[in-house]
């Protein structure tokens, strides 16, 4: 339930180069560490284990990075947006720079439901010559195989531009489908249809953007 007596600041971040490499655990605990070198006025659960009151965003896959990440973080006093904003900046490493602060309602849906459309932006290890998006994936969940219909998480087309790919997905209630997964089965069948050597992979990977489900 939310407290109404608490703040809640969206702070949006980048979480790019070697850093894409950190789980979501060891994201979490650098930015509690930023938060805390900043100062700021962060609200503390009540229990036996009490901790910082955090939410984070979708969570990124392994050495997936991302230029529109955020986290809710629940203040016990209120600070100008851009003043929080300067204090995290100050406190945090280049490659998890903080972009911006804005606060949003107690009320408002969970950050790691807030925005289930995501747009990812792929820099592939060769520009090939067509983009071939397969039909199903089969992905691995508690041992067990299960088939993805691509079509029920992607949303519009997947733009080709040389050696880059753009690509839209969105969460859905009943699950989702990892970009990771996606570019994987989307790289094969590029490669099966001869519309590129093999060994093709992403020498970059971005989230550029999160937002609500229209």
Same mark, same amino acid.
């Given at each position: 339930?939310?407290?109404?007596?608490?703040?809640?600041?969206?702070?949006?971040?980048?979480?790019?180069?070697?850093?894409?490499?950190?789980?979501?655990?060891?994201?979490?605990?650098?930015?509690?560490?930023?938060?805390?070198?900043?100062?700021?006025?962060?609200?503390?659960?009540?229990?036996?284990?009490?901790?910082?009151?955090?939410?984070?965003?979708?969570?990124?896959?392994?050495?997936v990075g991302g230029t529109a990440e955020f986290f809710?973080?629940?203040? $016990?006093?209120?600070?100008?947006?851009?003043?929080?904003?300067?204090?995290?900046?100050?406190?945090?490493?280049?490659?998890?720079?903080? $972009?911006?602060?804005?606060?949003?309602?107690?009320?408002?849906?969970?950050?790691?439901?807030?925005?289930?459309?995501? $747009?990812?932006?792929? /820099?592939?290890?060769?520009?090939?010559?067509?983009?071939?998006?397969?039909?199903?994936?089969?992905?691995?969940?508690?041992?067990?195989?299960?088939?993805?219909?691509?079509?029920?998480?992607?949303?519009?087309?997947? &733009?080709?531009?040389?050696?880059?790919?753009?690509?839209?997905?969105?969460?859905?209630?009943?699950?989702?489908? /990892?970009?990771?997964?996606?570019?994987?089965?989307?790289?094969?069948?590029?490669?099966?249809?001869?519309?590129?050597?093999?060994?093709?992979?992403?020498?970059?990977?971005?989230?550029?953007?999160?937002? &609500?489900?229209?």
């Amino acid at each position: 339930m939310a407290d109404p007596r608490l703040f809640r600041l969206r702070v949006t971040f980048q979480e790019t180069g070697r850093l894409a490499l950190l789980s979501h655990l060891e994201l979490a605990r650098a930015l509690e560490r930023a938060v805390r070198r900043a100062g700021l006025p962060y609200a503390v659960s009540q229990g036996f284990s009490p901790h910082m009151r955090i939410a984070f965003g979708a969570a990124l896959p392994v050495g997936v990075g991302g230029t529109a990440e955020f986290f809710d973080l629940f203040l $016990t006093d209120y600070l100008a947006p851009d003043k929080a904003l300067a204090a995290l900046q100050e406190a945090s490493p280049a490659d998890l720079m903080p $972009t911006a602060a804005v606060y949003v309602e107690p009320k408002a849906p969970a950050a790691s439901v807030a925005c289930p459309v995501s $747009t990812y932006e792929v /820099r592939l290890s060769e520009a090939p010559a067509a983009i071939v998006v397969p039909e199903t994936i089969t992905v691995v969940r508690k041992k067990k195989e299960k088939v993805l219909t691509t079509a029920d998480f992607l949303v519009g087309p997947v &733009e080709h531009d040389g050696a880059t790919v753009r690509f839209t997905l969105e969460a859905k209630p009943t699950g989702s489908l /990892r970009a990771d997964a996606f570019l994987r089965e989307l790289s094969a069948a590029t490669v099966a249809a001869g519309h590129a050597a093999e060994g093709l992979h992403p020498v970059s990977f971005l989230r550029v953007v999160q937002r &609500e489900a229209r």
